[in-house]
T-cell receptor, first 113, second 118 residues
Framework: NAGVTQTPKFRILKIGQSMTLQCTQDMNHNYMYWYRQDPGMGLKLIYYSVGAGITDKGEVPNGYNVSRSTTEDFPLRLELAAPSQTSVYFC????????????FGDGTRLSIL | AQKITQTQPGMFVQEKEAVTLDCTYDTSDQSYGLFWYKQPSSGEMIFLIYQGSYDEQNATEGRYSLNFQKARKSANLVISASQLGDSAMYFCAMNPFDRGSTLGRLYFGRGTQLTVWP
């Protein structure tokens, strides 16, 4: 009954460091998404994928990269971390059918100092 | 462009009372879905209720109902018989169906912080 699993839950990075946020889902969903949530704001889409090997930019893609080599995994890569990337990151998955909800992971709280 | 507006940054309600959380949206798409999510202080996003733009009946899920007024482009969440555990941030979100290149993505409002007091 895992659903969407994100690791790590918390991380502190120094400016300029890189890291990968991991996301895996066991629901065999083709669609996966990465969102960021800044304080007092709703979620904004960073990248999304409609299937293995297919990714596309969302609303706020700068400073991030993604890959989708399998249906299950959708890692988010931060290169040269900047303070503006301090946020809570959510991974989600869905069937892609508009009337079905997205299932979210528990989030990764990332601080860049 | 898609836009979701939640005008109430915070709402307070007494336990066992009903409360309405407002949501208006702006879209040029004819087909879309509207969702409400709950985010407790622990941070996870919990799906509550869904309404399709072509659904004639208002959606209901237990104590949650969605007051959908298509002409006004509003999709307010009604929580009946509030409980202390309902204290959380609530987000309204929209999924436009007509835009095939972003199928399934959600546009979120800024949220409303609901506090239920005894």
């Amino acid at each position: 009954n895992a659903g969407v699993t994100q690791t790590p839950k918390f991380r502190i990075l120094k400016i300029g460091q890189s890291m990968t946020l991991q996301c895996t889902q066991d629901m065999n969903h083709n669609y996966m998404y990465w969102y960021r949530q800044d304080p007092g704001m709703g979620l904004k889409l960073i990248y999304y994928s409609v299937g293995a090997g297919i990714t596309d930019k969302g609303e706020v893609p700068n400073g991030y990269n993604v890959s989708r080599s399998t249906t299950e995994d959708f890692p988010l890569r931060l290169e040269l971390a900047a303070p503006s990337q301090t946020s809570v990151y959510f991974c989600a998955s869905s069937t892609g059918l508009g009337f079905q909800p997205q299932h979210f992971g528990d989030g990764t709280r990332l601080s860049i100092l | 462009a898609q836009k979701i507006t939640q005008t109430q940054p915070g709402m307070f309600v007494q336990e066992k009372e009903a409360v309405t959380l407002d949501c208006t949206y702006d879209t040029s798409d004819q087909s879309y879905g509207l969702f409400w999510y709950k985010q407790p202080s622990s941070g996870e996003m919990i799906f509550l209720i869904y309404q399709g733009s072509y659904d004639e009946q208002n959606a209901t899920e237990g104590r949650y109902s969605l007051n959908f007024q298509k002409a006004r482009k509003s999709a307010n969440l009604v929580i009946s018989a509030s409980q202390l555990g309902d204290s959380a941030m609530y987000f309204c979100a929209m999924n436009p169906f007509d835009r095939g290149s972003t199928l399934g993505r959600l546009y979120f409002g800024r949220g409303t912080q609901l506090t239920v007091w005894p």
